[in-house]
């Protein structure tokens, strides 16, 4: 056993710490300090997964930080988001459909929903001439956070702090199950990424997450239907959980087993949608943002330069996707690890990787804590450049300097594991887990 360095953590904490509260300062712009403070934090949450890998932590420290950081979460709910005005949009669709409206019917600005019109609502929703993108159980949600805090970002904050617990439970569910040292919760409990994004900016992955997780745990515990009900409801939220429906499919053996593993999921995500697609176009603007949305895409912003066809770019970029996915599939790993190299190949060829769309990525570095996907949501920060140009400036753009300082390091990472990791996890394998 290593002797832990205490105090080097504890002091690396309090400048965490620091770099996080330096948002409540007065007398800056509120972006310029969100930038900063997300982009230190971000580097020193580097050093402390360092430290967490390297040394055995006492239960004791690991309980510690995570209700001191549970308490930060409840700190930050106060705080009004800064880096993003999409709980605007969130709080429009809730107050919607808490009128009885059918949130995929209207866009925000049109004439039909003026009686709704407040003072900053829907006059702050960015793209208030599309209809709301997000799946049915989200809109459920708002709805809920509509009726807990009105026009603000409480209630939506109050929700992501419960969903965020119910994620940070499962992962210890997981770690316990896998027989990996409970250390590596704290990977989860001290991201800036999830920090930054739920509890300050109050992006609503955080609703998907403890779904996501928690069909994992159940898998793992032979309870499979429960696993896959589980799943489709995280579709509900957000559909990223459907490149997970191949993996149980292909894991199974028994036929039955593999049916309920693609139909369960999907047949819960298609339903969901039943009570809105007679009175409104629930995929219409879904639809315009994955065709004409780029933003942070490594691999679709290079060929784009060079072909200059937004269209095709995304469609190599589809291609390589699936042959690479193929490829994980037929592959002898362990579902986590497939899991972890899917969904990160899924964020190298998307032409659209928001920092929060991350999230479904950070849980699974407590079971998998390759040095990759650390690196990967510690840089995605360096993207608060250009929400900090755009809100001084007006100006929204992809920084090259920033993707090639974003994407070398953990590309180069990813290729050294993918030959020298063993693909073990923790003290079993999830193949002697299942059987």
């Not at 704290?186 to 069909?215: E, K, N, R, T």
């Not at 949501?377 to 929400?387: G, K």
């Not at 929204?396 to 974003?406: F, H, P, R």
């Given at each position: 056993?290593?002797?832990?360095?205490?105090?080097?953590?504890?002091?690396?904490?309090?400048?965490?710490?620091?770099?996080?509260?330096?948002?409540?300062?007065?007398?800056?712009?509120?972006?310029?300090?969100?930038?900063?403070?997300?982009?230190?934090?971000?580097?020193?949450?580097?050093?402390?997964?360092?430290?967490?890998?390297?040394?055995?932590?006492?239960?004791?420290?690991?309980?510690?930080?995570?209700?001191?950081?549970?308490?930060?979460?409840?700190?930050?709910?106060?705080?009004?988001?800064?880096?993003?005005?999409?709980?605007?949009?969130?709080?429009?669709?809730?107050?919607?459909?808490?009128?009885?409206?059918?949130?995929?019917?209207?866009?925000?600005?049109?004439?039909?929903?003026?009686?709704?019109?407040?003072?900053?609502?829907?006059?702050?929703?960015?793209?208030?001439?599309?209809?709301?993108?997000?799946?049915?159980?989200?809109?459920?949600?708002?709805?809920?956070?509509?009726?807990?805090?009105?026009?603000?970002?409480?209630?939506?904050?109050?929700?992501?702090?419960?969903?965020?617990?119910?994620?940070?439970?499962?992962?210890?569910?997981?770690?316990?199950?896998?027989?990996?040292?409970?250390?590596?919760?704290?990977?989860?409990?001290?991201?800036?990424?999830?920090?930054?994004?739920?509890?300050?900016?109050?992006?609503?992955?955080?609703?998907?997450?403890?779904?996501?997780?928690?069909?994992?745990?159940?898998?793992?515990?032979?309870?499979?239907?429960?696993?896959?009900?589980?799943?489709?409801?995280?579709?509900?939220?957000?559909?990223?959980?459907?490149?997970?429906?191949?993996?149980?499919?292909?894991?199974?053996?028994?036929?039955?087993?593999?049916?309920?593993?693609?139909?369960?999921?999907?047949?819960?995500?298609?339903?969901?949608?039943?009570?809105?697609?007679?009175?409104?176009?629930?995929?219409?603007?879904?639809?315009?943002?994955?065709?004409?949305?780029?933003?942070?895409?490594?691999?679709?912003?290079?060929?784009?330069?060079?072909?200059?066809?937004?269209?095709?770019?995304?469609?190599?970029?589809?291609?390589?996707?699936?042959i690479s996915y193929l490829g994980i599939l037929f592959t002898k790993k362990d579902i986590l690890e497939k899991l972890y190299l899917s969904i990160f190949l899924l964020y190298i060829f998307s032409p659209v990787v928001h920092p929060w769309y991350l999230s479904w990525f950070v849980i699974l570095l407590?079971?998998?804590?390759?040095?990759?996907?650390?690196?990967?949501?510690?840089?995605?920060?360096?993207?608060?450049?250009?929400?900090?140009?755009?809100?001084?400036?007006?100006?929204?753009?992809?920084?090259?300097?920033?993707?090639?300082?974003?994407?070398?390091?953990?590309?180069?990472?990813?290729?050294?594991?993918?030959?020298?990791?063993?693909?073990?996890?923790?003290?079993?394998?999830?193949?002697?887990?299942?059987?």
């Amino acid at each position: 056993m290593k002797n832990f360095p205490k105090n080097i953590f504890l002091l690396l904490t309090i400048l965490f710490i620091t770099a996080i509260f330096v948002v409540f300062l007065p007398g800056i712009k509120p972006i310029k300090l969100y930038t900063i403070g997300e982009i230190s934090a971000s580097a020193i949450f580097l050093v402390l997964c360092f430290l967490i890998k390297k040394y055995d932590l006492p239960w004791k420290f690991i309980a510690g930080f995570t209700i001191g950081f549970i308490v930060i979460r409840i700190i930050l709910i106060n705080l009004h988001p800064i880096g993003s005005d999409d709980y605007y949009r969130y709080v429009w669709d809730g107050k919607v459909h808490m009128n009885g409206i059918n949130p995929y019917r209207y866009a925000p600005d049109d004439a039909a929903l003026n009686n709704l019109h407040s003072d900053i609502l829907p006059r702050l929703v960015n793209h208030p001439e599309m209809k709301t993108i997000y799946p049915p159980l989200s809109e459920i949600l708002f709805f809920v956070s509509y009726l807990i805090g009105g026009e603000s970002f409480f209630g939506i904050k109050i929700l992501i702090l419960i969903f965020d617990l119910m994620t940070i439970w499962g992962i210890y569910l997981i770690l316990k199950k896998l027989k990996l040292p409970e250390k590596y919760l704290l990977i989860y409990i001290l991201c800036p990424l999830i920090l930054f994004q739920f509890f300050i900016d109050a992006h609503v992955d955080g609703f998907g997450l403890p779904f996501m997780i928690f069909s994992l745990y159940f898998y793992l515990d032979k309870k499979n239907t429960l696993s896959y009900v589980l799943l489709g409801l995280s579709l509900c939220v957000k559909p990223l959980g459907l490149i997970l429906v191949p993996i149980y499919f292909f894991n199974e053996k028994k036929f039955t087993e593999k049916i309920k593993a693609a139909v369960i999921p999907v047949l819960i995500y298609g339903l969901s949608y039943v009570p809105y697609i007679f009175t409104g176009t629930p995929f219409k603007a879904l639809m315009e943002f994955t065709e004409n949305w780029t933003f942070n895409g490594v691999v679709f912003n290079i060929l784009d330069s060079f072909i200059k066809d937004n269209q095709r770019a995304r469609l190599i970029c589809a291609g390589l996707l699936f042959i690479s996915y193929l490829g994980i599939l037929f592959t002898k790993k362990d579902i986590l690890e497939k899991l972890y190299l899917s969904i990160f190949l899924l964020y190298i060829f998307s032409p659209v990787v928001h920092p929060w769309y991350l999230s479904w990525f950070v849980i699974l570095l407590p079971i998998i804590p390759r040095w990759s996907g650390i690196t990967y949501v510690s840089l995605i920060s360096l993207t608060a450049f250009t929400v900090l140009n755009y809100q001084l400036n007006g100006i929204w753009k992809d920084y090259t300097s920033v993707l090639a300082i974003e994407y070398a390091p953990v590309l180069l990472l990813f290729i050294y594991e993918i030959f020298t990791v063993n693909p073990r996890i923790g003290k079993l394998s999830i193949t002697q887990v299942k059987d």
